[in-house]
């Protein structure tokens, strides 16, 4: 299920941010997304941002009877998607554990249908993500140095009919 970002998912998603940039732009260090934790957490106010979620059941077992079973549902954020003004994907990330599972596919499926164009970078080393980008739609049309890390980003767009 794909649902709106609310304020109480902020950790989370967090997590979610940071863990991803570790592992995907393993190429720059780890302080650097650190240092920019609080300025991207800031952010969201300001993006629209949609997370994949998958609802289980979990049951407290207090006692063998089954009458004293307490059920609840619980929310699981597989992955999400920041969609900021001009319509610049400024994030997009999936669990590691749930990956390749057509999650990120839905998450950018679901903002076509919401943007008539959809915008992006994406570092030239993280080759999986370009490679997703691609398949997804998106159109290479230029290439910068950030400045930040003196590495080359990709500019990426789609013009959705």
């Known amino acids: 299920m794909i649902r709106k970002f609310k304020d109480s998912d902020t950790t989370k998603v967090m997590t ?10 393993y190429f720059i260090d780890k302080d650097y997304w650190l ?6 957490k800031a952010s969201f106010q300001n993006a629209e941002t949609y997370l994949y979620c998958q609802t289980s059941k979990e049951f407290n077992d207090f006692s063998n009877s ?4 307490n059920e609840r549902q619980v929310e699981d954020i ?4 920041s969609i900021f003004p001009q319509d610049i994907i400024g994030a997009i990330y999936v669990r590691e554990d749930s990956q390749r599972l057509g ?4 998450l950018i499926n679901y903002c ?7 915008s992006l970078e994406v570092f030239e080393k993280n080759i999986s993500a370009f490679l997703f980008f691609n398949a997804m739609g998106f159109k290479n049309i230029g290439i910068k140095l950030d400045l930040d890390t003196r590495r080359k980003k990709v500019y990426n767009a789609v013009v959705i009919f």
């Open 16 to 25: 979610l941010w940071t863990k991803g940039n570790f592992k995907a732009n």
């Open 35 to 40: 240092l920019h934790f609080n300025q991207v």
């Open 66 to 69: 089954r009458e004293m079973q």
């Open 78 to 81: 597989k992955g999400f998607i």
């Open 103 to 106: 999650i990120g596919k839905q």
């Open 112 to 118: 076509k249908n919401l943007h008539s164009t959809l």
